[in-house]
């Protein structure tokens, strides 16, 4: 059974840092492609917005609305991947998702965790 499981969440105020770990289990971690994805308030599944994903070879990529501001590490010895999010704005405020993606099949979207709240305020 594959388990993807989101921590770190919590309210912090704008300029703040967060970081943000997902654990799998069930997988073979190390060939996924693992993202983080994140859904605003009042948007729908469909509308997750890619927020950064990095390769089995380690390889990144980030939105360009955090390039500059979050990381995603992983460690493939501990089946974790995290999202260090710094500098944070009230526009990231929203549910972040985990995500692992394996190889194939092409058209499998991957697996997800059950998110976690980021909310940036003061």
């Known amino acids: 059974q594959v388990q993807l499981v989101e921590s770190g969440g919590g309210l912090v105020q704008p300029g703040g840092s967060l970081r943000l770990s997902c654990a799998a289990s069930?997988?073979?971690?190390?060939?996924?492609?693992m993202g983080w994805y994140r859904q605003a308030p009042g948007k729908e599944r469909e509308e997750r917005e890619l927020v950064a994903v990095i390769s089995s070879g380690g390889t990144t990529y980030y939105a360009d609305s955090v390039k500059g501001r979050f990381t995603i590490p992983r460690d493939n010895a501990k089946n974790t991947v995290d999202l260090q999010m710094n500098s944070l704005k009230p526009e990231d405020t929203a549910v972040y998702y985990c995500?692992?993606?394996?190889?194939?099949?092409?058209?499998?979207?991957?697996?997800w965790g059950q998110g976690t709240q980021v909310t940036v305020s003061s």
């Open positions: 995500n692992a993606r394996p190889p194939k099949p092409e058209w499998f979207k991957g697996y």
């Open positions: 069930g997988i073979t971690f190390g060939i996924n492609v």
